[in-house]
């Protein structure tokens, strides 16, 4: 209760420095906490969060998507984001944790390329209306002889290079390439389980067109609860980019379609 009676002082003091009163809806304001976790535990009503926000944290066994899933399902419905998600390089040491935060971090070894590329995906097409990258070299602008944190392999000048930080534009282009304000999760466009772990599938769907995100290697198969006569069936590859039309699915083939198949490891 006093960490939040401070958050909410500052917020105030931050809208009567840039209004001059107390008018929250003269400043785009949100919260990054500390992670993993969740802004809804703390502080979903006040009503100086614009957006809310989740730290998934860092490693190779991070599941993003549960920590958008978890605010979306909130009420009052507000806008979310991954503030801090599977950095290349970083891994969060578990001992590093407050004991309530252990059980969620499940991680023993760090994030790579494609842990950021598929906690990217993954939240985005849990509801998250974007997303933040990063990269353990460069949130601490590592080059020596400044003191390296958590074991950069990279100065921050050659991270800016790394693989997955120019594949985020491949994500954004997908997701703009549809009517973005209609688009939403839709699980039920997976038919049988979702899978769990690494394997976990994600979709999304809306008036025009549906997504399916993949991360295992067969490719599984949706549902025929479509809401068109037909749709494109598009894979969509996450290291490079590279778009491959298959051609028109129609709603009498419908259970055949399926989702792009995940692109590991920058292949």
């Known amino acids: 209760p006093e960490a939040v009676s401070i958050w909410r002082a500052m917020a105030r003091g931050i809208a009567i420095g840039t ?44 599941e993003s998507w549960r920590f ?7 009420q009052p419905i507000k806008p979310v984001i991954d503030l801090e998600s599977s950095y290349p390089g970083a891994l969060i040491p578990a001992a590093w944790l407050p004991a309530p935060l252990r059980a969620a ?25 974007g997303h933040t990258y990063g990269h353990n070299s460069i949130w601490q602008m590592y080059a020596p002889p400044r003191k390296p944190i958590l074991d950069p392999k990279l100065t921050w000048r050659e991270a800016l290079s790394a693989p997955s930080a120019t594949q985020m534009g491949h994500l ?6 549809r009517p973005f304000l209609t688009q939403a999760p839709e699980q039920a466009l997976i038919e049988g389980e979702a899978g769990s772990g690494p394997d976990h599938l994600r979709a999304a769907g809306g008036r025009v067109r549906a997504h399916l995100r993949a991360n295992r290697k067969t490719s599984p198969r949706a549902t025929g609860q479509l809401d068109w006569d037909a749709c494109e069936n598009v894979v969509v590859r996450s290291a490079h980019g590279r778009v491959s039309r298959v051609g028109l699915v129609s709603s009498q083939r419908r259970k055949g379609l399926h989702a792009a198949r995940h692109t590991c490891c920058g292949q």
């Open 19 to 62: 209004a001059g009163r107390e008018d929250y809806e003269a400043v785009l304001m949100t919260y990054h906490t500390s992670g993993p976790g969740h802004v809804s535990d703390y502080l979903h009503d006040e009503p100086w969060l614009d957006f809310t926000s989740a730290q998934s944290s860092h490693g190779d066994l991070v």
């Open 68 to 74: 958008i899933e978890k605010h979306w399902d909130r």
């Open 105 to 129: 971090h499940l991680s023993t070894q760090p994030a790579n390329d494609d842990h950021a590329r598929r906690a990217a995906y993954w939240a985005v097409f849990a509801g998250a209306f």
């Open 172 to 177: 954004r282009r997908l997701i703009e390439s």
